[in-house]
Protein backbone atom coordinates (compact mmCIF):
# COMPACT_ATOMS: atom_id res chain seq x y z
CA UNK A 1 0.00 0.00 0.00
CA UNK A 2 1.66 3.71 -1.07
CA UNK A 3 0.00 5.82 1.49
CA UNK A 4 2.10 9.65 0.77
CA UNK A 5 2.64 12.26 3.46
CA UNK A 6 3.79 15.64 1.94
CA UNK A 7 5.87 18.24 3.71
CA UNK A 8 7.66 21.68 3.51
CA UNK A 9 5.47 23.70 2.67
CA UNK A 10 4.72 27.36 4.07
CA UNK A 11 4.38 30.93 3.49
CA UNK A 12 7.50 32.57 1.89
CA UNK A 13 8.67 35.45 -0.27
CA UNK A 14 8.61 36.35 -3.52
CA UNK A 15 12.20 35.26 -4.80
CA UNK A 16 12.78 32.81 -2.08
CA UNK A 17 12.67 28.90 -2.13
CA UNK A 18 11.26 26.15 -0.44
CA UNK A 19 11.97 22.42 -0.61
CA UNK A 20 8.81 20.07 -0.19
CA UNK A 21 8.98 16.35 0.52
CA UNK A 22 6.54 13.75 -0.19
CA UNK A 23 7.33 10.66 1.93
CA UNK A 24 6.45 7.33 1.16
CA UNK A 25 6.00 4.81 4.63
CA UNK A 26 4.84 1.87 2.22
CA UNK A 27 7.86 -0.37 0.73
CA UNK A 28 6.95 -0.12 -2.63
CA UNK A 29 8.20 3.36 -3.25
CA UNK A 30 10.64 2.31 -6.14
CA UNK A 31 7.92 0.92 -8.03
CA UNK A 32 6.45 4.07 -9.03
CA UNK A 33 6.84 6.86 -10.51
CA UNK A 34 6.53 10.18 -8.78
CA UNK A 35 5.45 13.17 -9.37
CA UNK A 36 4.13 16.62 -8.15
CA UNK A 37 1.01 18.44 -9.29
CA UNK A 38 -0.58 22.48 -7.56
CA UNK A 39 -4.20 23.57 -6.90
CA UNK A 40 -4.69 26.92 -6.58
CA UNK A 41 -7.75 28.07 -5.66
CA UNK A 42 -11.02 28.22 -8.39
CA UNK A 43 -8.16 26.34 -10.32
CA UNK A 44 -7.96 22.65 -12.08
CA UNK A 45 -5.08 21.22 -10.62
CA UNK A 46 -2.84 20.98 -12.84
CA UNK A 47 0.61 18.69 -13.43
CA UNK A 48 4.41 20.42 -12.08
CA UNK A 49 6.61 17.83 -12.28
CA UNK A 50 7.67 14.08 -12.37
CA UNK A 51 10.69 12.01 -12.25
CA UNK A 52 10.30 8.22 -13.12
CA UNK A 53 11.78 5.24 -10.88
CA UNK A 54 15.53 5.30 -11.29
CA UNK A 55 15.77 9.18 -11.60
CA UNK A 56 16.34 8.65 -15.44
CA UNK A 57 13.97 10.94 -16.70
CA UNK A 58 12.59 14.25 -15.34
CA UNK A 59 9.70 16.40 -16.87
CA UNK A 60 8.54 19.78 -15.78
CA UNK A 61 5.60 22.29 -17.01
CA UNK A 62 6.78 24.90 -18.45
CA UNK A 63 5.37 27.01 -15.59
CA UNK A 64 8.39 26.08 -13.29
CA UNK A 65 10.82 25.22 -15.45
CA UNK A 66 14.50 26.57 -15.03
CA UNK A 67 12.90 27.33 -11.14
CA UNK A 68 12.47 24.07 -9.47
CA UNK A 69 13.90 20.72 -9.80
CA UNK A 70 12.45 17.16 -9.13
CA UNK A 71 14.53 14.38 -7.36
CA UNK A 72 13.99 11.11 -4.91
CA UNK A 73 15.46 8.95 -2.45
CA UNK A 74 14.65 5.98 -3.05
CA UNK A 75 16.18 4.70 0.07
CA UNK A 76 14.07 6.89 2.02
CA UNK A 77 11.08 6.55 0.09
CA UNK A 78 10.91 10.07 -0.40
CA UNK A 79 10.75 12.67 -3.30
CA UNK A 80 11.41 15.97 -3.54
CA UNK A 81 10.96 19.26 -4.83
CA UNK A 82 12.83 21.98 -4.65
CA UNK A 83 10.95 25.51 -6.18
CA UNK A 84 13.68 28.43 -5.85
CA UNK A 85 12.74 32.13 -7.27
CA UNK A 86 9.37 31.86 -6.35
CA UNK A 87 6.06 33.95 -7.44
CA UNK A 88 3.35 34.73 -6.64
CA UNK A 89 1.56 32.53 -9.04
CA UNK A 90 3.26 29.55 -7.34
CA UNK A 91 0.72 29.50 -4.63
CA UNK A 92 -1.25 26.72 -3.97
CA UNK A 93 -1.97 23.26 -2.71
CA UNK A 94 1.10 21.09 -3.78
CA UNK A 95 0.24 16.90 -4.25
CA UNK A 96 2.84 14.13 -4.42
CA UNK A 97 1.56 11.51 -6.64
CA UNK A 98 2.72 8.24 -7.60
CA UNK A 99 2.17 6.54 -10.59
CA UNK A 100 3.10 4.73 -13.67
CA UNK A 101 5.75 5.56 -16.63
CA UNK A 102 5.26 4.48 -20.13
CA UNK A 103 7.87 4.47 -23.12
CA UNK A 104 6.70 7.79 -23.71
CA UNK A 105 5.56 9.26 -20.44
CA UNK A 106 7.28 10.42 -17.35
CA UNK A 107 4.00 9.96 -15.18
CA UNK A 108 1.03 8.47 -17.83
CA UNK A 109 -0.79 7.22 -15.11
CA UNK A 110 -1.51 8.36 -11.66
CA UNK A 111 -2.99 6.03 -9.21
CA UNK A 112 -1.51 7.38 -5.58
CA UNK A 113 -2.17 10.81 -4.17
CA UNK A 114 -1.01 12.91 -0.90
CA UNK A 115 -3.05 15.14 1.22
CA UNK A 116 -1.52 18.39 0.06
CA UNK A 117 1.13 21.01 1.36
CA UNK A 118 -0.29 24.13 1.30
CA UNK A 119 2.26 27.00 -0.17
CA UNK A 120 1.95 30.52 0.17
CA UNK A 121 4.21 33.40 -2.05
CA UNK A 122 3.48 36.92 -0.69
CA UNK A 123 4.65 39.85 -2.91
Known amino acids: QVQLVESGGGLVQAGGSLRLSCADS????????MGWFRQAPGKEREFVAA????????IYADSVKGRSTISRDNAKNTVYLQMNSLKPEDTAVYYC????????????????WGQGTQVTVSS
Open 97 to 112: AAGYSTTTQVMAVTAY
Open 26 to 33: GRTFSNYA
Open 51 to 58: ISRYRSST
